[in-house]
T-cell receptor, first 113, second 116 residues
Framework: GQSLEQPSEVTAVEGAIVQINCTYQTSGFYGLSWYQQHDGGAPTFLSYNALDGLEETGRFSSFLSRSDSYGYLLLQELQMKDSASYFCAVRDESNFGNEKLTFGTGTRLTIIP | GAVVSQHPSWVICKSGTSVKIECRSLDFQATTMFWYRQFPKQSLMLMATSNEGSKATYEQGVEKDKFLINHASLTLSTLTVTSAHPEDSSFYIC????????????FGEGSWLTVV
């Protein structure tokens, strides 16, 4: 089966940096994605790592270590609008290629002034 | 703009009735779409894989006779919650992959279902 663990809640200060970790156990692995979800909205794609290392996209960076079954999302220069839930998700080949996602438990990020 | 669209965004129905949710890919063809369900403050759980022109593939524990999925065209998948009960109240979201987009997965806006 698939299992992805994240911290349930994280609080950080506006302008600071925060890291959200994700550890996973999967039967197949084709990459780790990160999604942001504001209350009442749909998930929005942030980042995708298929290979080990750091991927940077603006204020957001994502890291993957396949040997450790571990990844993290790094948010810099935090803004109040970054308050949201963040999910890591694994793509696997369980069904129809690598489009199928198994989501992590989710991390509720709260930014304080 | 949105590449995957869902309708309706909100729906309230009475217990025992059925409700249909549509998921459309805009300006691209999606042979496969995915349906997820999310209860408040929980993660997204995959319900089923919708396959154009063939039967849907359901995840373990999801009742196929209760959650009917039809993918009759390359741009439309529908999820019908039959004989709805209050415990079916949830946020339902579909996803699709845009061909040639480096396998980026896009989600619909989601549909809030409340069964009273």
């Amino acid at each position: 089966g698939q299992s992805l663990e994240q911290p349930s809640e994280v609080t950080a200060v506006e302008g600071a940096i925060v890291q959200i970790n994700c550890t996973y156990q999967t039967s197949g692995f084709y990459g780790l994605s990160w999604y942001q979800q504001h209350d009442g909205g749909a998930p929005t794609f942030l980042s995708y790592n298929a290979l080990d290392g750091l991927e940077e996209t603006g204020r957001f960076s994502s890291f993957l270590s396949r040997s450790d079954s571990y990844g993290y999302l790094l948010l810099q220069e935090l803004q109040m609008k970054d308050s949201a839930s963040y999910f890591c998700a694994v793509r696997d080949e369980s069904n129809f290629g690598n489009e199928k996602l198994t989501f992590g438990t989710g991390t509720r990020l709260t930014i304080i002034p | 703009g949105a590449v995957v669209s869902q309708h309706p965004s909100w729906v309230i129905c009475k217990s025992g009735t059925s409700v249909k949710i549509e998921c459309r890919s805009l300006d691209f063809q999606a042979t496969t779409m995915f349906w997820y369900r999310q209860f408040p403050k929980q993660s997204l759980m995959l319900m089923a894989t919708s396959n154009e022109g063939s039967k849907a593939t359901y995840e373990q524990g999801v009742e196929k006779d209760k959650f009917l999925i039809n993918h009759a065209s390359l741009t439309l998948s529908t999820l019908t919650v039959t004989s709805a009960h209050p415990e079916d109240s949830s946020f339902y979201i579909c996803s699709a992959t845009v061909p040639g987009s480096r396998n980026t997965i896009y989600f619909g806006e989601g549909s809030w279902l409340t069964v009273v």
